[in-house]
């Protein structure tokens, strides 16, 4: 009989070695990459990368992490944060694992004093988004990189969609700000779009 799934969640840095080998196994049949695991941070920690993983006993069923930093958007300050590096391991796709984990992101970063949550997806996943609670900003396009290296959502080859929750009573009040617009997120040069 399986474990019982659970979700682990910590600082990219606190994650035992064994499981952040793991989720890089994921990863890399994802997004495959070069040959071998990096000993490097998989995000900026400036954005304070917080790691969630769900479980099934030592296994690694599904893994993301949350990326947080302030953004100033139509000239107002907003704690954001946003998903990345969302992957289910292939032989557990279809059992709802991956939308637990990101509805569970979701409720993080509310609780964890976000104004708003922002990231891109491509857009055959915007149902999948949806399903967990986000929603989609018609028109935004996220511009990631950084403010001498832009790294747009919208570049030539990328079919992204922006998609979005809006946490806090002041982000509610400036919703109307973010459709159809450029959002200057710039995480930086390593998450160029978290």
Known sequence: MAAELRILTLPEAEVPAELKLRVAELQDLAWPGPPGPSADPVH????????????DGARVVAALDVLSKDLVHAGRTYAAS???????DPACRGLGHGRRLVAAARATARDGGADLGLFTCDRGLRGFYE????????????????????????????DKVTMAAFFTAHAERHRADFPHSRIALHPGAIDKLW
Do not use: K
């Not at 946003?82 to 289910?88: E, H, I, N, R």
């Open 44 to 55: 900026d920690p400036a954005l304070r990368p917080l790691s969630m993983l769900l479980l």
């Open 82 to 88: 946003g998903l990345s590096t969302v992957v289910t």
């Open 131 to 158: 399903s967990a609670g986000w929603e989609p900003l018609p028109g935004a396009v996220l511009v990631g990189g950084t403010a001498e290296e832009p790294f747009p959502g919208d570049r030539e080859g990328f």
